[in-house]
Structures are given as C-alpha cells and as structure tokens.
C-alpha cells in the first residue's frame, strides 16, 4: 500500500480534482494579513489536519505558497489550513514577535472551529518552509500540536551564521545579537522545547546558504537527547527545493507526509 501510494500520489494529485472544499483568504483575525486558506474534507467525518505556514523571511511570502502541497494532503486525508500572518516591515508594529502572536491567534480560532470544520483536535500537526518551519517548531509548543513538519526553518537564532543573517532583516528590526541578544534567545523556540515536544521531521540542504544545515543538526541533535522521536531527512540543492532534481522533491515531499501520517 505505502509503496503504491509513493508512486502514484504525486501523479493522482494533478489529474483528480481537488478533494478538499476550498476556502480563501478566511479571516481570523482583524489586522490585513490574518487570513487563511481553508481545505476541508467533505466526508462528514472528524480529520486529521495539518497546519502550513509560508516562508520568507518574516517579511514576504503568501500561503498561495501551499496550493499544491494542501492536494496532495488531501489525497492522503487530511484537512490543509494555510495561514498568512503579518508580514515584517520597517514598522516596529510588524516585528518580532508579531508573527508569532498570529500564529497562535489562528490556532486558538482553528480550534474553535473544529467540530464544525470536520477537524479531529486530537489529530493536529503543524508545517512550514524557512521562516514558516520556524514559526511551525514555534507552534510545536502548543498544546494539540502532534507533530511538527520543519523544512529548512531555524531553531536557534543565536547561532553566529543564523544571527548575522537575522541583523539584516526587519523582523528584529535590524537588531544585531550583540544589540539584544535576550531578543534572539526568546525568539527561538530551541530553547522552549522539552521532552513533551512532538515528533518532528527536519527537511533540510547539507549546503544551505541562507539557513545554515547546522540549524538541522542541532536541533536533532537537541530533540534526541528529550528522548523525542524525530528524523532528519537531506538534499542538496540550496536553501529551498527550487534546485532540486523532481524524483527527490517528491522523495522528500512523501517521506514528511508518511511521517505526519505515523504520528498525527
């Protein structure tokens, strides 16, 4: 089953319509980016679902992001909620930790929502490329989060590669770790994490140049010795997948769904 699934997921996910019941730009907020793409399983049952948060350095990306992974999702049964958040700028309203703030407001509306949306609360994971991996492990925190899907998101800002890239960004306001650095610890969620955090698949390039692959490694590194279950997956290709040959795309892409399917 698992293994004619593999081959025949990616290829069903262009030809079938879309399983889901799509919702767009569903608001949960009242500021302009607390929005969310909803894609529901009309089957009138409770299910599982995961929770996708876009990248871009804090400061751009939309959920649009997540159209194509969210098919695939469905075809496997899950429900998909794409969620848009404040956008960085220069602005001190929009800096850290704004983002943070609108991903968990959207997780206490999800959860509201449940029984009518046909999510199942003890079945929630939560995912996210870059800086949308860090706001997932962020998210990993919360309480009905049951696993966590993190490609090429930082965990610990306090790394010297990871903070140099941080002071250029409007997210810290261009803060440097030496300016503040008690801002780059409360914002990286390495820190947070104990032996109740869930099981997590790190995707991540061995020659990423804009998250460093040691953000990979210490944070496997970190969830093995709280005895929590995770599994580190690599490629080469830079800092996303845009490089990266399709046959290990959808490698890549179908061993963090399996993983989300063992463990959510």
Not at 126 to 140: F, I, K, P
Not at 141 to 147: D, M, R, T, V, Y
Not at 187 to 204: D, G, R
Not at 249 to 258: I, Y
Request: charged content about 15%.
């Amino acid at each position: 089953m698992a293994s004619i699934l593999a081959y025949t997921l990616p290829i069903f996910s262009k030809i079938l319509p879309n399983p889901h019941t799509v919702s767009k730009d569903v608001a949960f907020g009242d500021k302009p980016h607390q929005t969310a793409d909803l894609y529901l399983l009309d089957n009138g049952k409770l299910n599982p679902t995961i929770i996708f948060i876009h990248g871009g350095g804090w400061a751009a990306g939309d959920n649009d992001a997540y159209i194509g992974r969210a098919k695939k999702y469905g075809l496997a049964g899950f429900n998909v909620i794409a969620l848009n958040y404040t956008l960085a700028t220069s602005d001190p309203n929009t800096h850290w930790d704004a983002q943070l703030q609108d991903i968990k407001t959207a997780f206490r509306w999800i959860k509201n929502h449940a029984s009518i949306w046909g999510i199942d609360l003890h079945r929630i994971a939560a995912g996210g490329d870059s800086a949308g991996g860090h706001l997932a492990l962020w998210l990993g925190l919360e309480p009905g989060i049951k696993a966590v899907l993190n490609m090429f998101g930082p965990c610990d800002l306090t790394q010297p590669k990871m903070s140099d890239v941080m002071a250029n960004l409007d997210v810290f306001g261009h803060q440097t770790y030496i300016d503040n650095p008690q801002l780059y610890i409360d914002a990286s969620p390495i820190f947070k994490m104990n032996s109740a955090y869930p099981p997590t698949c790190i995707i991540h390039s061995t020659d990423d140049d804009i998250v460093p692959y040691n953000e990979a490694v210490v944070l496997s590194k970190k969830l093995t010795q709280l005895s929590v279950y995770n599994i580190l997956l690599t490629y080469v290709g830079g800092h996303d997948l845009s490089k990266v040959p399709s046959y290990k795309v959808t490698w890549l892409e179908l061993k963090g769904l399996w993983f989300m399917l063992d463990n959510v």
